[in-house]
């Protein structure tokens, strides 16, 4: 699995977009990028996951430059409640079968 | 929305004594994981399990654990003898089997907190 790397923490004011960046320039061809978060020692939680494109879904947006070497989720208008620990992870798919390996994650602090 | 419940929430036990913790998965998914945090560090890997049979573990995944699908709702990790070390949050998760990227989301209870006194 690629290996990722992300600051280890971030503040975002309350109401604006908080976008989190993460590399990941040894990333192959059919590695995806999927980004989970933890909210306070409760269990991790999928956020969104893409391969080239950029998507989004109700939670987040996910842009992945055109090398596809670095990533960035946006949070488009965070609350209090987004303040979490946030993993980016590169993996393939394997038929259903994913061990996820988690890194330490950027720490992001949404205040008022 | 589908989920992943863990029981008990938080269990006290004495160094020595045997502990189970239970989850149920997701009741379409195939794959079943444990994960474990301690405080302040990085939820680790433990072990994944499949078809009956476990299909990866880590090292930390040593003798005293083990894990069982008793029936067809349960996914059990058994620590046989408890250290202090093993005082961690255990997490369960599940994911469904297929092809495409989305079959691959784990989705993850809210966790057993073990202490070991």
């Known amino acids: 699995d690629a290996k990722t790397t992300q600051p280890p923490s971030m503040d975002c004011a309350e109401g604006r977009a908080a976008n989190l960046p993460c590399n990941h320039s040894?990333?192959?061809?059919?590695?995806?990028v999927y980004w989970y978060r933890q909210i306070h020692s409760q269990g991790p939680q999928y956020i969104i996951h893409?391969?080239?494109n950029n998507e989004t879904n109700e939670m987040a947006s996910l842009i992945i430059t055109e090398d596809r070497k670095s990533s960035t989720l946006i949070l488009p208008h965070a609350t209090l409640r987004d303040t979490a620990v946030y993993y980016c992870?590169?993996?393939?798919?394997?038929?259903?079968?994913?061990?996820?390996?988690f890194g330490a994650g950027t720490r992001l602090a949404v205040h008022p | 929305e589908p989920e992943v419940t863990q029981t008990p929430s938080h269990q006290v036990t004495q160094m020595g004594q045997e502990v189970i913790l239970r989850c149920v998965p997701i009741?379409?998914?195939?794959?079943f994981y444990w994960y474990r945090q301690i405080l302040g560090q990085k939820v680790e890997f433990l072990v994944s399990?499949?078809?009956?049979?476990?299909?990866?573990k880590s090292e930390i995944f040593d003798d005293q654990f083990s894990v069982e699908r008793p029936d067809g709702s349960n996914f059990t990790l058994k620590i046989r003898s408890t250290k202090l070390e093993d005082s961690a949050m255990y997490f369960c998760?599940?994911?469904?089997?297929?092809?495409?990227?989305?079959?691959?989301?784990?989705?993850f209870g809210a966790g057993s907190r073990l202490t070991v006194l």
């Open positions: 998760a599940s994911s469904e089997v297929g092809v495409g990227s989305g079959a691959n989301v784990l989705t």
């Open positions: 040894t990333i192959s061809g059919n590695e995806y």
């Open positions: 893409g391969l080239k």
């Open positions: 992870i590169v993996r393939v798919p394997a038929g259903g079968y994913n061990k996820l390996i």
């Open positions: 009741s379409n998914h195939l794959y």
């Open positions: 399990f499949y078809n009956n049979e476990i299909s990866e």
